[in-house]
Structure formats: structure tokens, C-alpha cells
């Protein structure tokens, strides 16, 4: 019998620590994106050498799907909705998504709900893929109507 009221008790302690860690992990996610944000909004990307170029495009000089995101960023910090979708288009309609992801994570987190596994189709997947394909490849034609 002790060893069954042994066991509950390390259950639900392992289950206490679990859920300061995950309240932990938000806090530290959070802090660590107003960090980012403080340091965004102040450097200005491109001029500062704190905050390097796209790799991918220093290799090959063609812009990846995330090339203009930290200077589309460093726009939108500063009110330019504009400037930062010219910047990256794909920014601006994917923050929402992102945004709803995150404050949804962190609430359950807080409430100390488990987490649920990803209920996507894969269909859905599939299509965000191949709309990134399609971004990537477009916006290294002469027809892209933004510059990066």
C-alpha cells in the first residue's frame, strides 16, 4: 500500500514540475519575443551588424521565402504596415496565424491543460507547403512586384 501512495505522490509531483516548467518555457518564449522586439525596434536591420543578412541569399543571390522578414519586422515595430509588406508579404498574412498559435499555446499552458496534438489535415499542410514553393520561385521572377 505504500508504495501505490508512493507512486500518486510522485505522479503528481512529476505532474507539478511539468507544469512550472511548461509555465517556465512561456514565460521565457514571451521574454525572449519582447527582447527581440526591443532589439528590432532600435537596430535597424541591413545597417547594423548585430543583425546579419539572409545566407541563403548571400550564397546564391536569390531571396528565400523569409528574405525582408527581420526588416519587415523592424517596419511593422515602427507603424510602416506598408513598407513591411512590400518587404515580405508572406510576413504580414502569416503573423496572424502565428500570433493566434501562440496565444492559444500560452493559455493553455497557464490553465495547465494538456497540450493537443496537431489536428491539422495534412492536406492543409501540404497546401501551406506548396504555397511557399510558389512564393520562393515567384518572387525570383521578373514578374515579383516587390522588392527585397
Known sequence: MKTSSHAKGQRRKGSMDEI?????????LWLAIACGGVLLFVLEPGKSAFLPGCPF?????????????????????HGNLG??????????????FLLYALLNYTNTVLRGKPLRRNTLPAKYIWALFGFVLFFWVFRNTPMYPFVS
Open 83 to 96: 513598407a513591411a509588406f512590400q518587404l515580405n508579404p508572406f510576413l504580414i498574412l502569416a503573423l496572424p
Open 57 to 77: 541569399r548571400m550564397l546564391t543571390g536569390l531571396t528565400c521565402p523569409g528574405c525582408g522578414t527581420t526588416r519587415g519586422l523592424h517596419q511593422l515595430l
Open 20 to 28: 512550472v516548467n511548461r509555465r517556465l518555457s512561456v514565460f521565457l
